[in-house]
C-alpha cells in the first residue's frame, strides 16, 4: 500500500513524494484514514515508528479549507519539550510547503513578542509546550473557542514531566465538540484513564507491543569492573575509558551518549572533547537558541558524537545515527527503549550499547524484564586499545597529578612561618666560599637600639628659664583700643 491509498490530497502526495517517502509505515497506514473520517483515535506505537507523520498530514488536508482568524488558531498540538515542537513545526513546513497555511510555534526560551505578533495575524496549526501556552492566554492573546483537532503527544512524557494538570486546563478551555488524536509510546493504567477522560469513542491503534525495542536496533552489554578504589569518581572514570575504547572499536558516524544527570553531561563532554573527539553537548540546563543550535550542528554532522540527558530520548528524529550509547543504565525502565529508539529508524540498521557495574543490578533486571529478552554481551577486551598517544594524553588529563606548589598550598601553615627569612645565595665565588665556611644563620640577632639623643624634658625646661631674659608684667607701653571702650549701658562715675 502507497500514501495514494490513504486518501490524502494530491498536494500532500506531492510533498510526501519530494521528502522521498514511498510506502507508510504500519500506524500511518492504520491512523491517517481514520483521521480523514474525523474520529478521535489512542494511538500507542513505539518510537520510531512514524506518529509524528500520521497526524500531520491528515492535518493539512483538513485544514486546507478554511481560514484562521486572528488570536484563534484552528488546532492545536500539545507537546512535552522544546524540540520536539519544534519538530512537528518543520514536519508542517516540509508536508505542507504546497499549502498557504499558517502556523505558530509557541515555546519557551523565544521572544514572547514574535510569537504574539504571528498569532495576531492568524494561525492554521499552533504547535506548543503546554507551559507558553498558558502563559499567552493568562495574558490575554490568545483564544482557543475555534480548536478544530487537538493533538496530544508522547502523553507518558507529558505525566513523567509533570505537565498533565496544564493539559486538563487547556482541554477544558476549548470546545467540547473537536476532533481530539491523544499519542503515547506505552500505555499504563494512568494514561488509559486520561485517554478516557480526554477522547470520546476513540478509534484504538496499537503498532507492535508496548515498550519493545526496534527489531533493526541491535543491543549489547559492556560490563564494566567495579575498582578495588571506592572513592567517588573512580568508577565514573573507568566508564570513560570503556566507552572511549567502545568507540574505537565501532564504526560510528553519529552517535547519542545517554548520562543520567545533566552534571555528567558536562563531565563526560569535557573528557570526549579533551582526548580529541568531535563532542557535543545537551540538556536541559541550556538557553532555546543554544539547544537548536547544538541540534542543528549534530544534524549537519559538524558533531560525530551528542552527550545528553534524556531530553533528546524521545520523538527527536534525526535519520543517520549509527550508534547509541548508554553511559549510564536509566533508572526507568521504559527510558531505555526511548533511548535505543533513536537510532535504526526508518529501516536502517543501529547499534546500542549499554555501560553496566555491578551496582546497576536492580535496575539491568527491570530492562530485561520489560523488553522479555536477554541483551548479548560485548567483550570490550577484544577491542583494539587506545593507541600510545591517547593513552599518554589520557594520563595527563585524567591522572590527578599534585605540584609541589600545590601541596605546599594544602599544607597547614606553621604560627611563625610568615616570619623566616630567606637565606639569598652568593653571587660571586668569594661570597660563596665564605657562605661554605662560615653559613649565615636563619635569624639574625636584633641589634640593640641606639641611646636617644634626645634631652630630657626636666634639664630643657631649666635651661629655657635660665635664659628668658624675666617675666613680662603688663601689656607695654602701648594698649589695644578696644580696651578703652566703656562696655554699653555702663554709668560713668
Same mark, same amino acid.
Do not use: W
Given at each position: 500500500?502507497?500514501?495514494?491509498?490513504?486518501?490524502?490530497?494530491?498536494?500532500?502526495?506531492?510533498?510526501?513524494?519530494?521528502?522521498?517517502?514511498?510506502?507508510?509505515?504500519?500506524?500511518?497506514?492504520?491512523?491517517?484514514?481514520?483521521?480523514?473520517?474525523?474520529?478521535?483515535?489512542?494511538?500507542?506505537?513505539?518510537?520510531?515508528?512514524?506518529?509524528?507523520?500520521?497526524?500531520?498530514?491528515?492535518?493539512?488536508?483538513?485544514?486546507?479549507?478554511?481560514?484562521?482568524?486572528?488570536?484563534?488558531?484552528?488546532?492545536?498540538?500539545?507537546?512535552?519539550?522544546?524540540?520536539?515542537?519544534?519538530?512537528?513545526?518543520?514536519?508542517?513546513?516540509?508536508?505542507?510547503?504546497?499549502?498557504?497555511?499558517?502556523?505558530?510555534?509557541?515555546?519557551?526560551?523565544?521572544?514572547?513578542?514574535?510569537?504574539?505578533?504571528?498569532?495576531?495575524?492568524?494561525?492554521?496549526?499552533?504547535?506548543?509546550?503546554?507551559?507558553?501556552?498558558?502563559?499567552?492566554?493568562?495574558?490575554?492573546?490568545?483564544?482557543?473557542?475555534?480548536?478544530?483537532?487537538?493533538?496530544?503527544?508522547?502523553?507518558?512524557?507529558?505525566?513523567?514531566?509533570?505537565?498533565?494538570?496544564?493539559?486538563?486546563?487547556?482541554?477544558?478551555?476549548?470546545?467540547?465538540?473537536?476532533?481530539?488524536?491523544?499519542?503515547?509510546?506505552?500505555?499504563?493504567?494512568?494514561?488509559?484513564?486520561?485517554?478516557?477522560?480526554?477522547?470520546?469513542?476513540?478509534?484504538?491503534?496499537?503498532?507492535?507491543?508496548?515498550?519493545?525495542?526496534?527489531?533493526?536496533?541491535?543491543?549489547?552489554?559492556?560490563?564494566?569492573?567495579?575498582?578495588?578504589?571506592?572513592?567517588?569518581?573512580?568508577?565514573?572514570?573507568?566508564?570513560?575509558?570503556?566507552?572511549?575504547?567502545?568507540?574505537?572499536?565501532?564504526?560510528?558516524?553519529?552517535?547519542?551518549?545517554?548520562?543520567?544527570?545533566?552534571?555528567?553531561?558536562?563531565?563526560?563532554?569535557?573528557?570526549?572533547?579533551?582526548?580529541?573527539?568531535?563532542?557535543?553537548?545537551?540538556?536541559?540546563?541550556?538557553?532555546?537558541?543554544?539547544?537548536?543550535?547544538?541540534?542543528?550542528?549534530?544534524?549537519?554532522?559538524?558533531?560525530?558524537?551528542?552527550?545528553?540527558?534524556?531530553?533528546?530520548?524521545?520523538?527527536?528524529?534525526?535519520?543517520?545515527?549509527?550508534?547509541?550509547?548508554?553511559?549510564?543504565?536509566?533508572?526507568?525502565?521504559?527510558?531505555?527503549?526511548?533511548?535505543?529508539?533513536?537510532?535504526?529508524?526508518?529501516?536502517?540498521?543501529?547499534?546500542?550499547?549499554?555501560?553496566?557495574?555491578?551496582?546497576?543490578?536492580?535496575?539491568?533486571?527491570?530492562?530485561?524484564?520489560?523488553?522479555?529478552?536477554?541483551?548479548?554481551?560485548?567483550?570490550?577486551?577484544?577491542?583494539?586499545?587506545?593507541?600510545?598517544?591517547?593513552?599518554?594524553?589520557?594520563?595527563?588529563?585524567?591522572?590527578?597529578?599534585?605540584? %609541589?606548589? =600545590? $601541596?605546599?598550598?594544602? &599544607?597547614?601553615?606553621?604560627?611563625?612561618?610568615?616570619?623566616?627569612?630567606?637565606? +639569598? !645565595?652568593? *653571587?660571586?665565588? %668569594?661570597? =660563596? $666560599?665564605?657562605?661554605? &665556611?662560615?653559613?649565615?644563620?636563619?635569624?639574625?640577632?636584633?641589634?640593640?637600639? +641606639? !641611646?636617644? *639623643?634626645?634631652?630630657?624634658?626636666? $634639664?630643657?625646661?631649666?635651661?629655657?628659664?635660665?635664659?628668658?631674659?624675666?617675666?613680662?608684667?603688663?601689656?607695654?607701653?602701648?594698649?589695644?583700643?578696644?580696651?578703652?571702650?566703656?562696655?554699653?549701658?555702663?554709668?560713668?562715675?
Amino acid at each position: 500500500m502507497g500514501f495514494s491509498d490513504l486518501g490524502l490530497g494530491d498536494k500532500v502526495l506531492r510533498a510526501v513524494e519530494d521528502a522521498g517517502y514511498v510506502t507508510p509505515t504500519p500506524i500511518q497506514e492504520q491512523a491517517i484514514p481514520i483521521v480523514l473520517m474525523g474520529r478521535d483515535i489512542m494511538g500507542v506505537a513505539q518510537t520510531g515508528t512514524g506518529k509524528t507523520a500520521s497526524f500531520t498530514l491528515p492535518m493539512i488536508d483538513i485544514l486546507a479549507a478554511g481560514r484562521a482568524k486572528a488570536r484563534m488558531p484552528r488546532s492545536v498540538i500539545l507537546e512535552p519539550t522544546r524540540e520536539l515542537a519544534a519538530q512537528v513545526a518543520d514536519n508542517f513546513t516540509t508536508y505542507g510547503k504546497h499549502h498557504a497555511l499558517n502556523k505558530a510555534l509557541l515555546i519557551g526560551g523565544e521572544s514572547m513578542s514574535d510569537q504574539i505578533r504571528i498569532i495576531d495575524r492568524g494561525v492554521d496549526v499552533l504547535i506548543a509546550t503546554p507551559g507558553r501556552l498558558l502563559d499567552l492566554f493568562e495574558r490575554g492573546h490568545l483564544l482557543l473557542s475555534d480548536v478544530k483537532i487537538l493533538v496530544i503527544d508522547e502523553a507518558d512524557r507529558m505525566m513523567d514531566m509533570g505537565f498533565i494538570p496544564d493539559v486538563e486546563r487547556i482541554v477544558k478551555m476549548v470546545p467540547k465538540l473537536r476532533q481530539t488524536l491523544f499519542f503515547s509510546a506505552t500505555m499504563a493504567p494512568e494514561i488509559r484513564r486520561l485517554a478516557d477522560a480526554f477522547l470520546m469513542n476513540p478509534k484504538e491503534i496499537t503498532v507492535g507491543r508496548s515498550a519493545t525495542p526496534a527489531e533493526t536496533v541491535e543491543q549489547f552489554l559492556v560490563k564494566v569492573a567495579t575498582p578495588s578504589d571506592r572513592r567517588p569518581g573512580v568508577l565514573q572514570k573507568e566508564k570513560r575509558d570503556a566507552l572511549r575504547r567502545l568507540i574505537h572499536a565501532e564504526d560510528v558516524k553519529s552517535a547519542l551518549v545517554f548520562c543520567n544527570r545533566k552534571r555528567d553531561v558536562g563531565i563526560l563532554h569535557r573528557s570526549l572533547t579533551r582526548h580529541g573527539f568531535s563532542a557535543a553537548q545537551l540538556h536541559g540546563d541550556l538557553a532555546q537558541a543554544e539547544r537548536m543550535q547544538t541540534l542543528k550542528s549534530f544534524k549537519e554532522g559538524s558533531a560525530v558524537l551528542l552527550i545528553c540527558s534524556d531530553v533528546a530520548a524521545r520523538g527527536l528524529d534525526i535519520p543517520n545515527v549509527s550508534h547509541v550509547f548508554n553511559f549510564d543504565v536509566p533508572s526507568h525502565a521504559e527510558d531505555y527503549v526511548h533511548r535505543i529508539g533513536r537510532t535504526g529508524r526508518a529501516g536502517r540498521k543501529g547499534r546500542a550499547f549499554m555501560l553496566v557495574a555491578d551496582e546497576d543490578r536492580r535496575y539491568m533486571a527491570a530492562i530485561t524484564k520489560l523488553i522479555s529478552a536477554a541483551i548479548a554481551p560485548y567483550d570490550l577486551s577484544s577491542s583494539p586499545p587506545e593507541n600510545a598517544e591517547r593513552a599518554a594524553e589520557k594520563t595527563t588529563s585524567e591522572t590527578p597529578v599534585v605540584s %609541589e606548589e =600545590r $601541596e605546599q598550598k594544602r &599544607s597547614p601553615r606553621r604560627r611563625n612561618d610568615h616570619r623566616r627569612e630567606k637565606v +639569598p !645565595e652568593p *653571587k660571586s665565588e %668569594e661570597m =660563596r $666560599e665564605i657562605a661554605v &665556611s662560615e653559613p649565615i644563620s636563619p635569624r639574625k640577632p636584633v641589634a640593640a637600639k +641606639p !641611646e636617644s *639623643k634626645q634631652e630630657p624634658r626636666k $634639664e630643657k625646661r631649666e635651661r629655657t628659664e635660665r635664659a628668658s631674659p624675666g617675666p613680662v608684667v603688663g601689656l607695654g607701653d602701648h594698649v589695644p583700643a578696644f580696651i578703652l571702650i566703656e562696655p554699653f549701658g555702663s554709668k560713668r562715675k
